[in-house]
């Protein structure tokens, strides 16, 4: 093949690709715009300053949002622990249906990513836990095994989710894309554990560290915004 055609060959197949990744781009809906009045973001689109990784696999940002690679790990905020407040998490799944969670009231700081698991709640964001042999007690908006959905508003990838965790003295309250899906309050009955990697039973503190769970290289989550608020005074 002559040299003019290779080049010719070259631009053409650049020009396809380009077209291509211009398309996919497209393809993912852009986040919705929320409030920011009294909301601090702990999470900047830039890098991952103030967190910490435990357990297998990394996060990595890239176009303001944070993914993730292998798991099972969890990436926590370090510089303070969170209580009487509101977090809210702009995420959205890689495939239709992917897996990870938000965790709260973690007791202590984490050096591993199972203690997270068994002794804080984890938020859970999953559309479809039936795939996996599990109830609605481990769908998305739910603590994790523990409470019952109120409400499944949870969107399939590549749409945008946004989950507002309120910590409220004793109780916790989760809405998924404006719903509620969880009001639970320490002491109320919860579902008896049938399987070794859900959470022991008993109450969390009132305030604890936070983080982000990779689950897997089959189950990215990408998140968008961490932030907080602290509720109003009563």
């Given at each position: 093949?002559?040299?003019?055609?290779l080049?010719?060959?070259s631009?053409?197949?650049?020009?396809?690709?380009l077209?291509f990744?211009?398309?996919?781009q497209d393809?993912?809906p852009?986040?919705?715009?929320?409030?920011?009045?009294?909301?601090?973001q702990l999470?900047?689109?830039?890098?991952?300053n103030?967190w910490?990784m435990?357990?297998p696999g990394?996060?990595?940002?890239?176009d303001?949002v944070?993914?993730?690679?292998?798991g099972?790990g969890?990436l926590?905020?370090t510089?303070e622990?969170?209580s009487n407040c509101?977090?809210?998490i702009?995420?959205r799944?890689?495939?239709?249906?992917?897996?990870?969670?938000v965790?709260?009231?973690?007791?202590i700081e984490?050096?591993?990513p199972?203690?997270?698991?068994?002794?804080g709640?984890e938020?859970q964001i999953?559309?479809?836990?039936?795939t996996s042999?599990e109830?609605?007690?481990h769908?998305?908006?739910?603590?994790?095994?523990?409470?019952t959905p109120?409400?499944k508003p949870?969107?399939p990838?590549p749409?945008?989710?946004?989950?507002?965790?309120?910590l409220?003295?004793l109780?916790?309250i989760?809405?998924?894309?404006?719903?509620?899906?969880?009001?639970y309050?320490?002491g109320q009955p919860?579902?008896?554990?049938?399987?070794?990697?859900e959470p022991?039973h008993g109450?969390?503190?009132?305030a604890?560290?936070i983080g982000?769970?990779?689950h897997?290289d089959?189950?990215?989550?990408?998140f968008?915004?961490?932030a907080v608020?602290?509720?109003a005074?009563?």
């Amino acid at each position: 093949m002559k040299k003019n055609s290779l080049l010719k060959l070259s631009c053409l197949i650049t020009f396809i690709c380009l077209a291509f990744y211009a398309q996919a781009q497209d393809s993912i809906p852009k986040p919705p715009k929320l409030d920011e009045k009294g909301w601090r973001q702990l999470f900047d689109g830039k890098d991952l300053n103030g967190w910490k990784m435990v357990g297998p696999g990394s996060r990595y940002v890239k176009d303001g949002v944070t993914g993730s690679h292998g798991g099972m790990g969890l990436l926590y905020w370090t510089k303070e622990k969170f209580s009487n407040c509101k977090i809210r998490i702009v995420y959205r799944m890689q495939k239709s249906n992917s897996n990870s969670g938000v965790f709260i009231r973690i007791p202590i700081e984490p050096r591993e990513p199972w203690m997270p698991v068994y002794y804080g709640y984890e938020v859970q964001i999953d559309n479809h836990p039936e795939t996996s042999n599990e109830d609605d007690h481990h769908v998305t908006g739910t603590l994790y095994s523990l409470t019952t959905p109120l409400a499944k508003p949870g969107k399939p990838g590549p749409e945008w989710n946004v989950m507002e965790i309120t910590l409220d003295g004793l109780r916790t309250i989760v809405t998924v894309n404006g719903k509620k899906v969880t009001d639970y309050t320490e002491g109320q009955p919860v579902p008896e554990r049938k399987f070794d990697f859900e959470p022991y039973h008993g109450p969390r503190p009132l305030a604890g560290y936070i983080g982000l769970q990779n689950h897997g290289d089959d189950d990215v989550v990408f998140f968008k915004e961490v932030a907080v608020k602290p509720l109003a005074k009563k």
